[in-house]
């Protein structure tokens, strides 16, 4: 890796945590300032350590970037990655803090024609349609539960905004004690959130309350797989600190999607955008296999009670 700036140190954070499971190993780091005396022993270095790849973390590339050591690194069969692109690939996120547009409009991905279109909105039709006849009977003994347990409406109804930014009505089970923000207005939801009933606690750790959305998903509002629809509220906030947010409106929203997987729950604007990441990578990767392996993800997640608040 030849850099030692902040996008260096995502990359080594990525690499050096647990949880890594890349298989891939960091054999030899170039910093700016031994830029020069260390170009010219490049060749020796790969040669010596069996380095694969080189991974181009600087700041000021246009200043830095040895052209010519680097594209005879490229002819003889050296990959020579940026260090955008090279986090995308160990992390599953695509990093935002330190994009630039010619990362999004030169970079591979974002491509959706119109059979992928049709095909994801087929398969979202029929699985909410079978979603909703297998789910008949929690539709009505989930309502006599939620008025047993609680005072208020069976249904909570709520605006956010979908795809192209156009608001919707999205429909969930009630969790939360009626009228919960009728004091504080729009807030995050917390861990160990007080506002939450007993039962509401239970249908969130099952999912359970997220089932009325399948009516949304077969309206054509929503798709089984793609970015949580966020609130107007936040999504004007969102908007003005986080760069390219809008990008999350290019596809429908989801019941569940990449973020939800990877990094669960955000109640802050820096996990917003740590969350936004992942948003972002779904929408330049998105095909009908990601869309299967997510849900299959989103099962082991249910099944193992991660992520709930």
Not at 34 to 44: P, R
Not at 98 to 125: C, N, Q, V, Y
Not at 136 to 144: A, G, V, Y
Not at 212 to 238: H, Y
């Amino acid at each position: 890796m030849i850099g030692s700036g902040p996008i260096a140190q995502h990359i080594l954070s990525v690499l050096n945590h647990p949880s890594n499971n890349s298989n891939i190993q960091l054999l030899h780091r170039v910093a700016p300032g031994a830029l020069t005396n260390e170009v010219n022993q490049l060749f020796s270095v790969l040669e010596t350590k069996g380095i694969e790849r080189v991974v181009i973390a600087l700041d000021n590339r246009r200043a830095q970037l040895p052209i010519k050591p680097l594209l005879s690194l490229r002819i003889h069969g050296v990959q020579v990655v940026e260090a955008a692109s090279f986090y995308e690939e160990i992390s599953g996120r695509v990093p935002v803090e330190f994009l630039s547009p010619g990362h999004l409009i030169f970079g591979e991905g974002f491509e959706r024609s119109k059979w992928m279109h049709w095909i994801k909105r087929a398969t979202d039709i029929v699985c909410s349609a079978l979603g909703i006849i297998v789910g008949l009977p929690l539709f009505f003994i989930l309502p006599i539960l939620i008025k047993i347990s609680s005072k208020g409406p069976v249904f909570y109804c709520q605006e956010r905004v979908g795809w192209k930014e156009r608001p919707f009505k999205i429909i969930k089970f009630r969790t939360m004690v009626d009228n919960a923000e009728g004091a504080s207005g729009p807030v995050w939801a917390g861990e160990n959130d007080p506002r939450v009933t007993r039962l509401g606690w239970l249908m969130r750790k099952l999912r359970l309350d997220e089932l009325p959305q399948l009516i949304n998903i077969f309206a054509g509002e929503m798709s089984f797989v793609g970015p949580r629809p966020e609130r107007p509220f936040f999504v004007r906030q969102l908007q003005e600190k986080i760069p390219y947010y809008s990008y999350r409106f290019t596809v429908k929203p989801g019941l569940t999607g990449w973020a939800q997987i990877q990094y669960a729950y955000s109640s802050t604007l820096k996990e917003s955008q740590e969350k936004f990441g992942y948003d972002l990578y779904y929408i330049k990767h998105l095909s009908p296999l990601f869309d299967l392996a997510i849900i299959f993800d989103t099962i082991r997640v249910i099944i193992k009670g991660q992520g709930a608040r």
